[in-house]
């Protein structure tokens, strides 16, 4: 038994990846992307700072019987 056979194994190296040339396509889907998420991020603010949608109804009992 030699002493490099257990244990976990080192997983191999992946090949580095080429920086892909974006097109008009691409760069437009990004804007617009960024864009739908400052809108998700303004109404998420927006609804932060209000209470609760519906008035919750408070149910008293007169505490007679």
Do not use: H, T, W, Y
Request: charged letters at 50%; zero cysteines.
């Amino acid at each position: 038994m030699s002493g490099r056979e257990g244990g976990k194994k080192k997983p191999l190296k992946q090949p580095k990846k080429q920086a892909k040339e974006m097109d008009e396509e691409d760069k437009a889907f990004k804007q617009k992307q960024k864009e739908e998420q400052k809108k998700l991020e303004e109404l998420k603010a927006k609804a932060a700072g209000k209470g609760p949608l519906e008035p919750q109804v408070e149910l008293r009992n007169s505490g007679k019987k």
